[in-house]
Each structure stands twice: as C-alpha cells, then as structure tokens.
C-alpha cells in the first residue's frame, strides 16, 4: 500500500475514552488524510495536512482532531468516542496536489462499544 | 454540498463483455476526476484519472468525461472475473472558500460472472 502504514488495524474502545489512530508514511508525501467510510455513506474526509503543523478540516470533522509533527506521520485523535464513530478509517497520501491521485493505507477499524 | 452520484449495483456482466460504470457530479467547477477500485475488506486503489473532456484509455480501462452533462464513465473491456469490485467514482469539489475536496461516490459493485 505505497509504504503507508495504518496502526492499530483493529481497535475496539468505550464510549468516552479516547483513541489515537496513526498513519505512518514513507514515500515523503506533502499532503495527507484520514478518511472514514461507512456503509451508505461511501467515503468522507475528516481532515488533511498539506505540511508539517498545517491541517485543515474536512467533511466530517466535528469529535475528531489531527496533528502533524513530521512529514512521515498523521495522527487522527477521536477526543471522547462514541458509538456514531465506529466505522473504518483510512490513511490516504498524495504529492501531486492537493486532492490528486491518492494512495491508500490498509485502514483500521475501530469499533466503539 | 457538492454531491457525486453512483448507481449501487450490483452491476452484472458475462467475462469478456463491456463493463460500463457511470457517475454524475453536481459541481459545475470540479476539474479532476477520479476512478477507484474496492476489492472488499480492502482500501481503495486508484486506476483512472481524467481532467479534459473526452476519454482516456488506459489498458483495458477507458475514462470518458463530459464536462458540459457532469459524467463521468468508466468502461472495461473484456472484463474478468477479477475485475469484480466496487468502483469508487471521486470528484474534486469546492468545499467552503477557496478550497477543493475529494467527494466520493458511493460506489458501484461489479460482478463479472465466469
């Protein structure tokens, strides 16, 4: 999956805790994302990064927050899960652009009790 | 908001025939367009792209876009039973001021019977 690594791959949490979720990269992409994709609802962007220390919010962003302190590495923080948050998240990263041509991590699905 | 639309499926076809996927986009200003394939319990893989209207061939994999109907199509020629997957139409959308994003399409599942 163009050495993008998601982990966990699979979490099961409580309702209230909190959870991080990590996408490590080594192509040296500039521009990253976490999306979730739930079924009826296809694919929805939480947020992206075009650089280190610099996200913006997606679709879907309320209850979740990122950080990018290295170009290799995204994190997605889900503050207080909640049942609304199981789904699969996926890791994509890009370099031709914002928004163009993404590749994929293997996703991880969370499951939030 | 920007919306992509997709027919479910599932869509059947006989190995060797044309598979015909087709999507519609609501934002007259999208400028990229985007084809992905979902084996199931797996992430999304990209196999097409297009910006100009017309088509683009690729393999056995032709993109065709109408920029003036907002449709976009993908075509596979002799399909094989491997190509059975979900396809994932993606549109780059204005979202707020001044900033595009991926809107995705819910997906067409293909079934290329033996």
């Known amino acids: 999956d163009a050495g993008i690594t998601q982990s966990p791959r699979h979490k099961v949490t409580e309702t209230g805790t909190p959870v991080t979720l990590r996408c490590h990269q080594t192509?040296?992409?500039?521009?990253m994302y976490w999306y979730r994709q739930d079924p009826g609802h296809g694919l929805r962007l939480i947020h992206y990064s075009y650089g280190v220390k610099d996200t913006d919010k997606g679709e879907v962003s309320d209850g979740y927050s990122v950080s990018r302190s290295k170009t290799e590495d995204f994190l997605l923080t889900l503050e207080s899960a909640t049942s609304s948050q199981t789904s699969v998240y996926f890791c994509?990263?890009?370099?031709?652009?914002?928004?163009?041509?993404?590749?994929f991590g293997s996703g991880t699905q969370l499951s939030v009790l | 908001q920007k919306e992509v639309e997709q027919n479910s499926g599932p869509l059947s076809v006989p190995e060797g025939a044309i598979a015909s996927l087709n999507c519609t986009y609501s934002d007259r200003g999208s400028q990229s367009f985007f084809w992905y394939r979902q084996y199931s319990g797996k992430s999304p893989e990209l196999i097409m792209f297009i910006y100009s209207n017309g088509d683009k061939e690729d393999g056995r994999f032709t993109a065709q876009l109408n920029k003036a109907s907002q449709y976009v199509s993908l075509l596979i020629r002799d399909s094989q039973p491997s190509d059975s997957a979900t396809y994932l139409c993606?549109?780059?959308?204005?979202f707020g001021a001044g900033s595009y994003q991926l809107t995705f399409g819910k997906g067409t599942k293909l079934s290329v019977i033996p």
């Open positions: 192509e040296n992409h500039r521009y």
């Open positions: 994509a990263i890009s370099d031709q652009g914002v928004n163009e041509k993404l590749f």
């Open positions: 993606a549109v780059n959308s204005r």
